[in-house]
């Protein structure tokens, strides 16, 4: 007889007895937490019997009434327990349940089930709870579920369906066998949440089931190569074709059996993966390397890239789109990084193709290639730069051209902004390759850029706006950062900048103090030197006004004499020894009136006269009428003979004006063979020769009635410009003398090296020093008695105090 413990043992998760309306003794029945609990429907297929588990059916031999509910209960039962079955009657339930569980994992038969699904699921309960049948009843369901699954197997390794078309099937397989197990978890609901559950050994129906399907269907070697060519011949296909395959569907359904599984990595993603990575790295061999175009190839990655990508958001799981995607770009990139990246970033950044740009560093972000194109960028901006910075033709252009490739590489670093710090790797790569082309011409840009500046302070804004101007001033200053010849910048705009106040050519004061203390504050402190230079300028404006005043009008003709009182440390022009030129007498009178009252005034001060940057306005008659010639003091010295001669040779110019050879060629160059050519030469050319005669032109016209003829004293000259290296350079010396003093007085003792590079740190504000040079200066320095050798260790030096 069954015991009141067997039948109060329910399944977890389903009512194995039905409700009945019956005299229940429930004293909770008015809890909150009582709920009667209302089984599923069962397929739709189910007899009308199985419409509903929350009606009433009585065991045809039972007179108890028991009611199922959930929630704490207490249960009273009444009546007599149900009737053992004898033997024969449990074997004839067992061979139901054995056909009826036959027929449910038995693909395409046509025999009916006999029992309805209700009648199954009570003979279930039966057996298992009632008549304790359950180890039999799990073997019966155990050895239909293998006999199923090799039927299974079978029919698929049978079908002859070829490459894709196979994915059909076998997801049509895994489609009827998942629904039969459903199905036969529904009407076994007492075996497999009852039984099975409290046998630990024991594994659940859908357990067995998948158990079963690993071992014999996707463990199967012949089954795996066709999923494989399934895989490969699908993807061929589309790849060939550049079009969805009519498959899909069916690949789809087949990946989502396979996750159910746990086999989707296994049997699909692994090969999946596998083939995209060899069909894209033979794509790769194909369509790189010398013979191909680095851009196209770049134009295919994007594209091939995007392709995968759809597809795989189409058709695969999320899990799998970051791996299709590197594999595709690892596949194509891996062995053409440096050659993608040294042949196309540069040509983007020349096109400015910004978009382009942006996909190339999203392609070498995800297959961490950006160090390669942070080299390659400044590899290209380097080789750029050198070539500018080494084009002697066009050293008028450098800084435009500097300026504008400049422009063109910054805008170029947008096109990374998923980091900050890859952002600042390109930004470092774009100084670092400035300042090494720069290099390429030691000295050089750092003259031609402030060249360029002295040029724009002389122009000033013109038709440009004040916006325009300041922001082509500022890209113009920003060269500087790059040159490591501050000293070579500074000694040329210095000079440039004591020429524009004292030929009054800047055109604005306002904007070179604004220059100077941008250059003081953000670039070197020595810049200091402009304040000083203003000041002189205001104080000989209130010494001239004085001493025309000291003049009186009697005397209007002298006070159009304007001189600038300058102190020699700030300006940078040395005073000429001697008399550089032979002064007219009423000239020198004039300037001999001024020295006698600045001296009267400020005893103890000597004046230096400096003619080279003197100015002369002077009124010339032509045949076409008077003109204002402005000319340089040089220059008027040289016009003023044809006052008294009609012809001049050249070394009757010399002797009478006493100016120096090779400055006189230049300036009668300028007079007879400029564009405003007041002078003629005999024979013409270019070239002022020993032989050479000058007339005056009385034929010269000119549409203004002022005429500029002193540019000469604007431009530096290429023999200026070379004395004003050599100073520089020795200037250098007197640095590194003075570092090198300063370095050992300090530390008493230093080796060679140590020497070098604290040398190199003290005076690199101003220059970088060549290693040559520091071991030349400590030479000079050890002859001189500052320093003293070891006389063991020829690389150990003292301090001699």
Not at 377 to 399: A, Q
Not at 481 to 496: G, I, L
Not at 568 to 578: H, I, L, M, V
Request: aromatic content about 8%; some cysteine; proline content about 3%.
């Amino acid at each position: 007889m069954t015991d009141i413990a067997t039948l109060l043992t329910f399944p977890s998760t389903s009512n194995g007895f039905t409700a009945f309306r019956s005299s229940i003794h429930d004293s909770h029945a008015a809890s909150p937490n009582f709920q009667l609990h209302k089984v599923r429907r069962l397929d739709a297929d189910s007899d009308s019997g199985s419409a509903s588990r929350s009606r009433a059916v009585v065991h045809p031999t039972s007179r108890s009434h028991v009611m199922v509910a959930r929630g704490p209960a207490n249960f009273g039962i009444s009546g007599n327990l149900p009737s053992p079955l004898t033997q024969r009657q449990i074997d004839e339930v067992l061979s139901i349940l054995r056909h009826c569980v036959r027929i449910i994992l038995t693909r395409d038969t046509e025999s009916a089930l006999p029992a309805t699904y209700e009648r199954i699921f009570a003979l279930c309960r039966d057996a298992v709870v009632v008549h304790d049948k359950g180890e039999i009843l799990a073997n019966i369901v155990k050895i239909e579920l293998d006999q199923s699954v090799a039927l299974l197997e079978c029919q698929l390794a049978e079908n002859i369906s070829e490459g894709v078309g196979f994915a059909s099937p076998f997801a049509e397989a895994l489609t009827w066998f998942e629904r039969q197990v459903g199905l036969l978890e529904d009407v076994m609901t007492y075996l497999d949440r009852g039984y099975l559950v409290q046998t630990k050994e024991a594994q659940g129906i859908r357990q067995q089931a998948n158990n079963l399907l690993l071992s014999k269907i996707f463990y199967d070697r012949r089954l795996n190569e066709r999923l494989s060519q399934v895989i490969n011949e699908w993807l061929t296909w589309e790849w060939q074709n550049s079009t969805e395959h009519t498959a899909r569907p069916h690949i789809h359904t087949l990946i989502r059996h396979l996750r159910t599984h746990a086999q989707y990595n296994a049997h699909f993603e692994s090969p999946y993966v596998q083939r995209l990575s060899k069909y894209y790295a033979d794509q790769a061999k194909r369509r790189s390397g010398p013979s191909n175009d680095p851009l196209t190839f770049l134009d295919y990655c994007a594209t091939k890239r995007n392709e995968e990508v759809f597809r795989a958001r189409a058709i695969l799981p999320d899990s799998s789109w970051g791996a299709v995607e590197a594999t595709t770009e690892g596949s194509l990139l891996h062995d053409n990084l440096d050659w993608l990246a040294d042949g196309v970033i540069g040509r983007l950044i020349e096109r400015n193709d910004t978009e382009k740009l942006k996909i190339l560093s999203a392609l070498f972000d995800r297959v961490a290639g950006l160090p390669k194109l942070v080299a390659a960028f400044k590899s290209f901006v380097t080789l750029k730069v050198s070539d500018i910075v080494s084009d002697v033709d066009r050293d008028e252009e450098m800084v435009e051209r500097l300026i504008s490739f400049k422009s063109s590489a910054s805008a170029a670093l947008s096109f990374h902004v998923s980091s900050p710090d890859v952002v600042k790797d390109f930004e470092y790569a774009l100084h670092d390759a400035f300042a090494t082309g720069f290099k390429k011409r030691r000295n050089k840009p750092a003259e031609v850029i402030a060249r360029h500046i002295d040029k724009l302070m002389r122009m000033g804004q013109g038709s440009t706006s004040e916006e325009a101007f300041n922001e082509h001033l500022d890209a113009s200053l920003a060269l500087y950062r790059f040159t490591e010849d501050k000293d070579v910048f500074r000694a040329f705009y210095h000079r440039a900048l004591a020429k524009r106040l004292l030929l009054g050519r800047s055109a604005s004061d306002d904007t070179e103090k604004a220059m100077l203390k941008k250059l003081k504050e953000d670039y070197d402190p020595e810049f200091g030197m402009g304040d000083h230079m203003f000041r002189d300028l205001a104080l000989s404006r209130d010494s001239m006004a004085e001493y025309h005043k000291r003049l009186g009008p009697e005397r209007a003709a002298e006070q159009k004499l304007t001189t600038m009182v300058l102190q020699q440390s700030f300006w940078p022009f040395s005073s000429r020894a001697g008399n550089d030129a032979i002064i007219p007498n009423p000239m020198q009178a004039e300037l001999d009136a001024f020295a006698t009252f600045y001296n009267e005034k400020h005893q103890g001060h000597k004046i230096e006269w400096n003619h080279a940057l003197g100015t002369v306005s002077l009124r010339a008659c032509f045949a076409a009428g008077q003109k204002e010639l402005s000319v340089s003091l040089y220059q008027a010295i040289v016009l003023l003979l044809f006052n008294d001669i009609t012809e001049v040779s050249f070394l009757d110019a010399k002797m009478l004006t006493g100016i120096e050879d090779a400055e006189l060629r230049l300036i009668l160059q300028s007079l007879a063979c400029g564009k405003k050519r007041v002078l003629k030469k005999r024979p013409a050319g270019k070239d002022v020769n020993d032989d050479d005669v000058f007339v005056f032109n009385d034929a010269f016209e000119d549409p203004r009635a002022k005429v500029h003829i002193n540019s000469i004293q604007v431009k530096e000259t290429v023999e200026e410009s070379q004395r004003m290296q050599s100073a520089v350079e020795g200037d250098r010396k007197h640095y590194l003398d003075a570092a090198i003093v300063r370095v050992m007085k300090a530390r008493k003792q230093l080796t060679y090296e140590q020497i070098k590079t604290e040398t190199i740190e003290a005076v690199r504000r101003h220059f970088t020093p060549d290693v040559l040079s520091i071991k030349q200066r400590i030479d000079g320095l050890v002859e001189q008695e500052y320093l003293r050798r070891d006389d063991d260790d020829r690389n150990m030096f003292f301090y001699v105090a």
